[in-house]
């Protein structure tokens, strides 16, 4: 049930159009859409204020697309499906010639809110060209969440004076997203400039002993810039998500 129908049907409660029973019965159905291959989690979305992401990778074409078309019927909000393959994102764009892919973010957005936040701006840095990927995954997912966001690309430790050439745009950003791989200690340097809320993205970039991201992830997890937050390796999209729920909380 979308939150807009939950609140016609306790207004049409309220007065009298409705009886109570009525709105018992309406309620009663269980917010699961079962398609047989999936149960889709449609309550999600009046919990936590947003529908089920796709998780395209490991899934047919097929399934994602009947997934994304349930999705379209049954929520209003952004319906984003995440690393999705080549094939099942041209198979989603026959599907519904509306739909954007974001083809290095392996992100398609289905359907998108706009400008839902405005002065709320999340800033996203990359620490290298090879992190973007993740980057733009968390960019990308930003915007279909209606937030102001901006980039910083190409900004890692190794060269001191480009991260601390931009850091006015950290300072006045509501929180900033780091994306980075190697040692990861971009996300100390961002946490020790700015006030803003800081989330880390650890990345698989790196050479050997990087061991697909585990040094970064743990580099971020033991910095010592008091309050930076650490998601899962490669988790562009969670970042961005998290980025959403500060800033609902700071609006």
Same mark, same amino acid.
């Given at each position: 049930?979308?939150?807009?129908? *939950? ?14 029973? %009525? !709105? ?23 919990? /936590?204020?947003?529908?089920? #992401? ?14 994304? +078309? ?35 973010? +392996? ?6 809110? /706009? ?11 990359? @620490? ?15 915007? !279909? ?19 601390? @050439? $931009?850091?006015? +745009?950290?300072?006045?950003?509501? @929180?900033?997203?780091?994306? #980075? ?8 340097? $961002?946490?020790? *400039? ?17 061991? %697909?991201?585990?040094? #970064? ?35």
């Amino acid at each position: 049930m979308r939150p807009e129908e *939950l609140k016609d049907l306790l207004t049409a409660m309220k007065d009298g159009s409705t009886s109570i029973d %009525e !709105a018992v019965r309406a309620l009663q159905d269980l917010p699961i859409s079962d398609l047989g291959f999936a149960q889709l989690d449609t309550h999600r979305e009046l919990r /936590q204020g947003l529908p089920e #992401a796709i998780y395209a990778a490991g899934k047919t074409t097929d399934e994602v697309v009947a997934i994304a +078309r349930n999705l379209l019927d049954h929520t209003s909000g952004p319906v984003l499906a995440t690393r999705t393959p080549p094939e099942t994102a041209a198979g989603l764009i026959d599907e519904f010639p509306f739909a954007i892919h974001h083809e290095r973010a +392996r992100l398609v957005v289905l359907r998108a809110d /706009q400008d839902k936040y405005p002065d709320r701006p999340i800033t996203v840095v990359a @620490a290298g060209t090879s992190d973007l990927p993740v980057a733009e995954e968390a960019f990308f997912a930003c915007g !279909a969440f209606g937030l102001e966001v901006t980039r910083i690309t190409d900004a890692g430790a190794a060269g001191l004076h480009r991260i601390l @050439a $931009v850091q006015d +745009r950290l300072r006045d950003a509501t @929180a900033v997203i780091v994306v #980075a791989g190697m040692e990861g200690a971009l996300a100390t340097i $961002v946490g020790g *400039l700015t006030a803003a809320p800081v989330i880390a993205v650890p990345t698989s970039v790196g050479y050997g002993s990087s061991f %697909e991201g585990l040094a #970064a992830l743990l580099a971020m997890l033991n910095s010592c810039a008091a309050g930076v937050t650490v998601t899962n390796i490669d988790n562009g999209f969670g970042a961005a998500a998290a980025a959403l729920r500060l800033v609902r909380a700071a609006s």
